[in-house]
């Protein structure tokens, strides 16, 4: 079996690869507006994260988009759109290309984790319609089973990948379609046997997202010229996953990308861009639970006393999501319950994490970036600034990205990330938009 302190410390390790919650916590009932979790005043928000299986499908993949704060929806398209937003690639310039990203991944934390990424596409010789094939490989490092005893069962390697394929079409000059059809694969435990649960097995999903990009060439700002752009990505809308035979099924991080960029050419050697992502999951907000543990008698599951059961189809958690936030529970003096006004609305717009940046090349070649972001602390607190560098020429370019922290102990801190990429029609860097 997996000893229950091993098993604590793997579900935390997990908790900080990527999703909106960096802490686990939950909404609870507040007795004088003091939550009983944090201490905070609860008028201020109470700490209520969100987690999902297979967190690492919304980890930043590589360094353009890791330089500017983990925002990437509408900046101009290379072969990691198929992560950020599948429909971009329809405008890509090259006729074929290849990138290669690497992170170690929460290495104040431990020293072994790391996240790959390979991506490419192909422009179909209709010149509209691009398509692209994605590798996202994350190692987990190792861990150490053992019994109830403390005897060591064996050691294992933890890991979960994903392989994607892509599809995207243009729609007229300046609108385009992307799909992109995933595979999903979580080993965390190699089969052994987990107390109280049975025998585990290895976490299986397939999912898909739907993407729009809308650019928009030729805007003039005096003598200069810019160009517009604005894209959506729902991402991984699929199966939920488990890990057991007798375990409930947990939602994958099924989310929603939205934002614009533009883009301003200076004069014939340096351009600047300015994007900005808004992100929100599109699953359910764990609920307030009565502090008694309370059954309902119609689902026979713990009673909710704000927000919604949590145990329901993708279809219903992904509408539902825009609406189930719990807010704040105070306790009344005759042991009632009820919700502060407004509280509700409050937290479904904390649940909006937003990331911006900014990049600037001189001559096509070299580029400078960097970005924020920022998460309400009650849905996980990560925030930080980013810097990024890239270099092209001819067939090959090379950036790497930087992050800092602005919150004290953040595991996400002194974040590296480098991407090579390749390209195979000799244009080198992308041209300008005619």
């Known amino acids: 079996m997996m000893n229950s302190s091993h098993a604590i410390r793997f579900l935390f390790l997990a908790a900080f690869t990527g999703s909106s919650a960096q802490l686990v916590g939950q909404g609870s009932v507040s007795t004088n507006c003091i939550n009983q979790l944090t201490g905070q005043d609860c008028k201020e928000g109470v700490l209520n994260t969100i987690t999902t299986a297979v967190p690492f499908l919304l980890i930043s993949v590589d360094s353009r988009?890791?330089?500017?704060?983990?925002?990437?929806?509408a900046v101009s398209p290379d072969a990691n759109a198929i992560h950020w937003n599948p429909s971009k690639l329809a405008f890509v310039e090259d006729d074929s290309e290849f990138m290669m990203s690497y992170s170690p991944w929460l290495r104040n934390l431990v020293p072994d984790m790391s996240l790959a990424y390979l991506a490419?596409?192909?422009?179909?010789?209709?010149?509209?319609?691009?398509?692209?094939?994605?590798?996202r490989y994350f190692n987990l490092g190792s861990i150490t089973f053992t019994n109830m005893d403390g005897s060591t069962i064996r050691d294992f390697k933890p890991a979960e990948?994903?392989?994607?394929?892509?599809?995207?079409?243009?729609?007229?000059?300046?609108?385009?379609?992307?799909i992109a059809l995933r595979y999903v694969n979580s080993n965390l435990t190699g089969g052994i046997s987990v107390q109280g649960a049975g025998q585990s097995k290895a976490g299986q999903s397939v999912a898909a997202d739907v993407s729009f990009f809308y650019r928009k060439p030729d805007i003039q700002m005096g003598d200069r010229s810019g160009l517009f752009a604005f894209g959506m990505n729902i991402s991984?809308?699929?199966a939920k996953m488990a890990y057991t035979s007798s375990s409930n099924k947990d939602f994958i991080p099924i989310n929603l990308r939205i934002g614009p960029s533009f883009t301003l050419d200076l004069d014939e050697y340096n351009t600047i861009t300015?994007?900005?992502?808004?992100?929100k999951l599109l699953v359910p907000t764990p609920p307030v639970y009565y502090p008694d543990n309370r059954i309902d008698p119609v689902t026979n599951e713990r009673a909710v006393v704000s927000g919604r059961n949590p145990n329901v189809g993708v279809a219903q958690g992904i509408f539902g999501s825009f609406t189930d936030a719990p807010g704040v529970v105070l306790q009344n003096d005759d042991s009632t319950y009820s919700v502060l006004a407004g509280s509700r609305w409050r937290e479904e717009i904390r649940e909006v994490n937003l990331a911006g940046g900014f990049e600037y090349w001189y001559a096509e070649q070299f580029a400078f970036r960097t970005g924020y972001f920022w998460e309400h602390y009650t849905k996980g607190n990560r925030k930080y600034f980013t810097l990024g560098a890239g270099v092209r020429y001819s067939k090959f370019a090379l950036d790497m990205s930087y992050l800092i922290a602005n919150t004290q102990r953040s595991p996400l801190a002194n974040t590296l990330r480098f991407t090579l990429g390749f390209t195979f029609d000799g244009k080198g860097a992308q041209k300008k938009p005619e």
């Open 65 to 73: 988009a890791g330089g500017m704060g983990d925002a990437g929806v």
């Open 236 to 238: 991984n809308v699929g």
């Open 161 to 178: 990948f994903a392989v994607d394929v892509a599809f995207a079409q243009q729609f007229g000059d300046n609108f385009s379609g992307g």
């Open 120 to 135: 490419g596409y192909k422009r179909l010789p209709n010149k509209r319609s691009t398509i692209g094939m994605s590798l």
């Open 274 to 279: 300015f994007n900005m992502d808004a992100n």
